[in-house]
């Protein structure tokens, strides 16, 4: 994936970052020495042991679907130097099939194809001498949109998903044959096949204790069908489960396999009770939360103290724990892929009831989003170097070099779409007439898989004057913005105040009084559409809050209490190849495709036109599109950061942000989060186009910046 120059560099800092330490084993060398007879065995209370050898597991999340694939080598190096000896690594269901029965593990030419070469991400692992915990769901939570499920699976009625519902598991083996069929022969040990590779344990589904009501039994039916599946289709390494066993005991557990840990806070209590539970086998800490995420309109950066930090790990190992880092490296949830909150206190709902994820998933790591170490990483080398036997025995690389950011050249935006010129590039395809209102999931798209992402456009002609009202039924699922005759009449939601408002998702049944000032008559009609975006599905919450789908659905639309019918439904997708330019022309009349710092044959008709020149008069409320491009002259560019937050900058005030094609993520003014981070191996050396789509307001300006700046930190340091 990386250029030939960069390549280059990165295989020579490789030979010089291992150089003079061929005196000392790598892990894999201790480990397999005499030979492989075994995996890892979870049956002595002070340590692990791999191939009979003691292991203490230092483990650190890795979301390689989060991270730009050429940097998937700088980030394992910086884990490997820091003394972990492992990695522990999600499968998102919804990149590897994001259609039924279409599976894409690199080859495909989706958004994300770039991003999922698993055998490829455990090779590297593996290269990187770090070990797998393998956690393939089918749901992995993870603040991942729908929690690494494919929202296609809500096209299908009544769907129960993380249940024993046959329609379900009848996919969801499908799935996990996909995964482990490419995969079962990278596990370390295997009595029937391949053995040396990087896989040593296996996770079944993923905190399948919170799944439940207070002490009502889970649906352990479903977790013994997930284990006969990974076990029939060929896992042999150790198997487990994780949850947090304050909270909820072992009602997540199956068949007495390894129980595991996850928490933040409360350390030694829910530490005691994992070992009341299993009081003869190693503490595995899968998930310390080093820090956490945040949702837009919170008022700061969730973060976790450097003591607090120190004292947490501290605790671990004084009950010979193995732990895993979630996250050492949170990376960033490209594109619409952030999920989201469902919240409620004691059953009942919390205003606003929903809380989307930001686009960053920095999380107050060790290693920042943008791979750079912090006073946490230090910490945590010197308190693994203290505590592991194997730290003075085993090889590991010096810390790779920070390649600094960069604050490139302000940008004029010259070119630009309204409201109309973005419908007027919808195909056909994209339209659809419903005698009722139909979420995203059951449109008739993507060859029967409704729409995943995006935004959905009701749209009806209606005779609306001044003083009609307007009612949405149930919840707005999840940001409205009503337009009649191309303009926007309701405020936008800019504050958490206005989540109170018509247009967000936090009012039940929430009215509108319609006011014609800015748009003139419906003489005899106007054309009102009801444009709303999906923020991101809900990952985490209980069986009834995964409903997950978005839209107008949970009720009709009134206008004067009276339900409205018969409606056109548009879908505004906003993948790749519909937002991304093309530059030359190629054999019978097909287009080269610029992205992803390649060229792809592809039809020139997907592309967007009918740009108009901006002017200041053309920056009104509603949504639009820029477009301006951005000259890189460095022959490696470098990470950078589009600004939102500068005096200049606060103009863009919610929409999503595209570079060369791809979406790096979402903007938000209500922050925390005030910058967005551009990866360096996005941009090419040369002109790189930026897109923009713009849900409010928008500017001719747009700024980067060096510094990141993601909230007032929640827990400043003591």
């Given amino acids: 994936m ?28 201790y480990f397999s020495s005499g030979g492989i007879t075994e995996g890892l065995k979870a049956d002595q209370r002070d340590h692990f042991t791999l191939n009979g050898k003691p292991l203490t597991i230092y483990s650190g999340s890795f979301h390689y679907f989060r991270i730009h694939p050429d940097q ?117 040990y295997s009595a029937s096949g391949k053995t040396g590779g990087p896989i040593i344990a296996v996770q079944i589904e993923n905190e399948y204790g919170n799944f439940g009501y207070g002490d009502f039994p889970r649906d352990i039916e479903h977790l013994r069908f997930l284990k006969k599946t990974l076990e029939t289709e060929g896992v042999e390494s150790l198997l487990f489960t994780s949850d947090s066993p304050n909270l909820t005991k072992d009602y997540g557990n199956v068949d007495n396999v390894l129980m595991t840990a996850n928490f933040k806070f409360d350390s030694l209590e829910n530490l005691d009770n994992l070992l009341s539970f299993q009081p003869n086998r190693p503490v595995f800490v899968t998930e310390f939360w080093p820090g956490w995420f945040d949702h837009w309109f919170e008022q700061v950066h969730n973060t976790l103290n450097l003591e607090d930090f120190t004292e947490i790990l501290q605790n671990i190992f004084l009950y010979k724990g193995s732990v895993n ?69 085993l090889a590991k690389p010096a810390r790779p070099a920070i390649v600094p950011p960069v604050a490139y050249p302000d940008i004029t935006i010259t070119e630009y779409l309204d409201y109309a010129g973005i419908l007027s590039n919808l195909p056909s395809t994209a339209k659809q007439s419903s005698k009722v209102l139909l979420p995203m999931e059951q449109l008739d798209l993507n060859d ?77 009609s106007c054309t009102v559409d009801f444009m709303v975006e999906n923020l991101g599905r809900a990952n985490y919450g209980k069986p009834h809050e995964l409903q997950q789908n978005k839209g107008l659905w949970e009720g009709p639309v009134l206008l004067n209490n009276q339900p409205l019918e018969d409606w056109e439904i548009m879908s505004l997708e906003f993948n790749s190849a519909w937002v991304s330019r ?40 509603g949504p639009k599109i820029f477009k301006a491009n951005l000259q890189v002259d460095d022959d490696s560019p470098q990470d950078t950061y589009f600004d939102f937050d500068c005096p200049d900058c606060q103009s863009w005030k919610h929409g999503s942000f595209f570079v060369n094609g791809f979406n790096v993520g979402r903007y938000f003014q209500v922050g925390p ?39 007032s930190p929640s827990s400043p340091q003591k």
Avoid at 14 to 22: D, K, P, T, V, Y
Avoid at 168 to 173: G, P, W
Avoid at 380 to 392: F, H, Q, R, V
Wanted: glycine share 10%; hydrophobic share 40%; with cysteine.
């Fill in 582 to 621: 093309y530059d030359i022309l190629g054999k019978d009349g097909h287009c080269l495709h610029f992205a992803f710092l390649q060229f792809l044959e592809t039809n020139c008709n997907f592309s967007l036109s009918g740009w108009k020149p901006l002017g200041a008069e053309d920056l009104t409320l």
């Fill in 2 to 29: 990386c250029r030939f120059k960069l390549c280059f560099l990165l295989m020579t800092l490789s030979h010089l970052a291992w150089e003079g330490m061929a005196q000392q084993p790598t892990v894999y060398e």
């Fill in 325 to 393: 880092f979630y996250m050492f490296h949170g990376g960033t949830n490209w594109g619409f892929m952030n999920g989201a909150n469902v919240l409620a206190g004691t059953g009942l709902p919390i205003f606003p009831s929903y809380a989307p994820d930001t686009a960053s998933y920095d999380y107050d790591a060790p290693l920042t989003e943008a791979g750079h170490y912090t006073p946490k990483y230090d910490r945590a080398a010197e308190m693994i170097a203290t505590n592991d036997p194997l730290a003075n025995v």
């Fill in 72 to 188: 998937w080598r700088d980030r394992l190096r910086k884990y490997r130097a820091a003394g972990l000896n492992a990695v522990d690594i999600y499968v998102p269901w919804n990149l590897h099939e994001p259609k039924r029965g279409e599976f894409d593990f690199g080859q495909g030419n989706n958004d994300f194809s770039m991003f999922l070469d698993l055998p490829r991400v455990l090779e590297i692992v593996q290269e990187e001498d770090l070990l797998v915990v393998f956690r393939p769901g089918p749901y992995i939570c993870g603040e991942w949109e729908f929690g690494g499920l494919p929202s296609w699976l809500l096209s299908e009625t009544p769907m129960f998903i993380r249940t024993s519902h046959k329609p379900y598991q009848d996919r969801a083996a499908i799935y996990l044959h996909e995964i482990i069929s490419r995969v079962k022969d990278m596990q370390f």
């Fill in 673 to 711: 989060q005030k910058t967005l981070y551009i990866p360096g191996p996005f941009l090419a050396t040369g002109s790189n186009e930026i897109v923009i789509m713009e849900n409010y307001g928008g500017s001719n300006k747009m700024k980067f910046t060096d510094v990141p700046n993601y909230g």
């Fill in 448 to 524: 029967g898989n409704g729409q995943s992402y995006g935004y959905i456009i009701y749209r009806k002609q209606l005779a609306l004057k001044t003083g009609d009202k307007i009612k949405i039924r149930g919840h707005v699922r999840d940001l409205l913005q009503l337009i009649v005759n191309g303009k926007m009449v309701n405020r936008p939601i800019l504050e958490f105040s206005d989540l109170a408002f018509f247009g967000s998702w936090g009012p039940l049944d929430s009215e509108f009084e319609v006011d014609l000032s800015e748009v003139g008559t419906c003489n005899p």
